[in-house]
């Protein structure tokens, strides 16, 4: 798994271009061959960016679901749901769908913002808001998601 460090701003043109900041593209080297999948997040109004390495680690998980089960299913078709296979092009733009677009509700200005092994890409009031910690108490979100993980000697976690 490949680490992705960063929150880069751009602009996004008529025709649902993206130019790819050139510290982002740099990190995303390895990858810019195999291609991306850029599909919906299931919790906020962005859109995920997957290296294709990364999307095929995430099949080989969803792929071990049970598909008689109906929750299984509809929780794969819903995870799927408008996934789009892209590439960045020799410009390094990046063109997102406009049904992603939409979704998303991107107008001129984006955020990519890296999350571990993918990049989430926002609009970037929406990204701004979604940061600005007035519907959660960070320390306690931090506390609840990491308080009890003590998996190292170093005293970090």
Known sequence: METIVGTYECKVDAKGRLLMPAPLKK???????????LK?????PCLELYPMKEWNLMMQKINKLNRFVKKNNDFIRRFTAGVKVVEIDALGRLLVPKDLV?????S??????????????WDKDLYEKSISGED???ADLAED???NLNDDDNGIS
């Open 40 to 44: 919906r997040s299931v919790f906020q």
């Open 108 to 121: 001129k200005e984006v955020v990519f913002s890296s999350a571990v092994n993918i990049v989430e890409i």
């Open 102 to 106: 939409s979704f998303a509700n991107i």
């Open 27 to 37: 990190q995303l080297t390895s990858s810019l061959q195999d291609g991306f999948v």
């Open 145 to 147: 998601v990491m308080g």
């Open 136 to 138: 959660v108490d960070f």
